[in-house]
């Protein structure tokens, strides 16, 4: 017996899950990581020098003013109601045929890709993907104009938009451009796939190159000038080239850790190892000559396009590309003519890990939220005990406070370390956010000075999340648990 769906429960079920999957961003009012900046001043102008100037004309002409208050929650709504717009769009364009069930599928690899989760977190920055990712599905996906000079300049137009809002989305652009050959496979000639590939791939190098030309060189600056620089054509070009790659399949495997990821790519693996031994026995060289031109892309898609860079951040949020990773794997079985129930737990594990993930994620936004506040009160206490106005800046040599639910979250879900991005108080970038931005403490932030308190330091104040102690006029902090009242052979387990 075969399972089918209807289109009305089609269009019921994706806005079911894709209101799930906002509820913990949309009971998360915390500011992360950056937030504290923006929420604090109403400023947008790092994305400047990020050169990411649509990005800050978007925010600014949805706010109807220069200045930006705090989004929440309708940066969310917006975001999740877009994407949930693009991708119904995007699922129609890949899934031609009345088959709701695959196209259910193809819409949760869209949207719960587990890689979006960390610009999702961000109050601001999630609209600013959410472009980022439309403009890339149109990109790929746009009708061809009967023009071809048009509808090059049209590509062009969207892939330039598409730099000015979030550059790192060019790595889902990839990925899809791999999806849409697979589809195309079915009815057009190798030889004009491969010419298609071309046009797309000169689309998104001459465009570039104008953006470097008309935008980078006008508002990079020498702070993020080195890390838009690209690896030195060399005899090590590609062995610098397999260091970069492995930065990022590292985070890949800390997402195939998730258990339910395990099982699904077992399946999948297993499937799609049948179908190409499959097409090598049936000599049906097409679909392994298109296997071969789309390898390199799900590489990409699979990595980071920032793989090229000279020095690679390695952050989750430049990944956006593993969903059409994963459709191309789904969709090159199921062009094979493998149709297995069994292959349905692909998606819904796919799913559930998504779930879990973003739960985890907010929840150590909340759980963060609460540690920071406590310190930041032990904080104002100390300052009262040495004086307020002997204090003039705050150095933090050692940031050890971990909450227990955190380090459960973090050990449970690996990824949610990397997505989270811990910077610590020991960064003063943080620190002053947190201090001057969040809680507008006006006491200057240092850097690290010592990996200790100073030996002639005195007065030691202690609390139960931190110690500090004043020298000259600098309040050296170190976090921890320093509350001795629990006995040693205490059982968390009992009450």
Avoid at 151 to 167: A, G, N, P
Avoid at 360 to 369: E, M, S, T
């Amino acid at each position: 017996m075969s399972i089918t769906i209807h289109k009305k429960h089609y269009v019921l079920l994706t806005s079911i899950i894709t209101f799930i999957y906002s509820i913990p961003f949309l009971l998360s009012p915390y500011d992360f990581v950056d937030d504290m900046y923006r929420a604090s001043n109403g400023d947008l102008f790092v994305w400047f020098l990020n050169v990411r100037p649509f990005s800050v004309w978007l925010i600014r002409l949805l706010n109807g003013s220069a200045i930006v208050p705090d989004p929440y929650p309708f940066s969310f709504i917006i975001a999740f109601l877009a994407l949930n717009l693009i991708f119904l769009y995007t699922t129609d364009k890949i899934i031609r045929s009345e088959n709701y069930l695959l196209k259910l599928t193809i819409f949760i690899f869209l949207l719960c890709n587990p890689f979006f989760l960390q610009n999702l977190s961000y109050k601001y920055d999630c609209i600013i993907m959410t472009c980022s990712v439309a403009l890339a599905c149109l990109f790929v996906f746009k009708e061809n104009n009967q023009n071809v000079c048009i509808d090059y300049i049209i590509r062009s137009c969207l892939i330039f938009s598409l730099y000015c809002f979030y550059q790192c989305a060019l790595t889902l652009v990839i990925g899809l451009l791999a999806v849409k050959l697979l589809n195309d496979s079915d009815q057009v000639a190798f030889s004009r796939l491969f010419r298609e590939l071309f046009l797309r791939l000169c689309n998104i190098l001459t465009t570039f190159l104008i953006y470097k030309i008309c935008v980078v060189n006008f508002l990079i600056t020498n702070d993020y000038g080195p890390l838009g620089k690209i690896i030195v054509l060399n005899e090590h070009i590609f062995i610098h080239l397999i260091e970069n790659i492995k930065i990022y399949l590292l985070l890949f495997l800390l997402y195939i850790q998730e258990n339910y990821i395990i099982v699904s790519l077992i399946i999948l693996s297993v499937f799609f190892l049948y179908t190409v031994i499959t097409d090598f026995l049936k000599k049906n060289y097409k679909r392994i000559y298109v296997l071969y031109l789309c390898f390199p892309l799900l590489l990409v898609a699979l990595t980071s396009s920032n793989i090229i860079l000279n020095i690679p951040s390695g952050n989750t949020r430049e990944m956006m590309g593993i969903s059409a990773f994963f459709i191309f794997i789904f969709l090159y079985v199921q062009k094979a003519g493998c149709h297995s129930k069994i292959m349905l737990l692909v998606p819904i594990c796919y799913l559930w890990t998504s779930l879990l993930l973003s739960s985890a994620l907010c929840n150590l936004k909340r759980i963060d939220h609460q540690k920071n506040a406590l310190i930041v009160q032990e904080i104002l206490q100390s300052i009262y005990h040495f004086g307020n106005k002997k204090v003039e800046g705050i150095t933090f040599i050692r940031d050890d406070l971990r909450f227990s639910s955190q380090q459960t979250i973090m050990k449970t879900h690996p990824l949610t370390r990397k997505i989270f991005d811990f910077v610590g108080l020991s960064n003063p970038w943080y620190v002053n956010g947190l201090l001057n931005g969040e809680y507008y403490m006006h006491k200057n932030v240092i850097g690290r000075a010592s990996p200790d308190f100073p030996k002639d330091a005195k007065d030691i104040f202690s609390g139960c999340y931190i110690q500090s102690t004043l020298y000259g006029v600098i309040l050296y902090v170190k976090t921890g648990s320093y509350c001795d009242s629990i006995t040693k052979n205490y059982n968390p387990g009992t009450f």
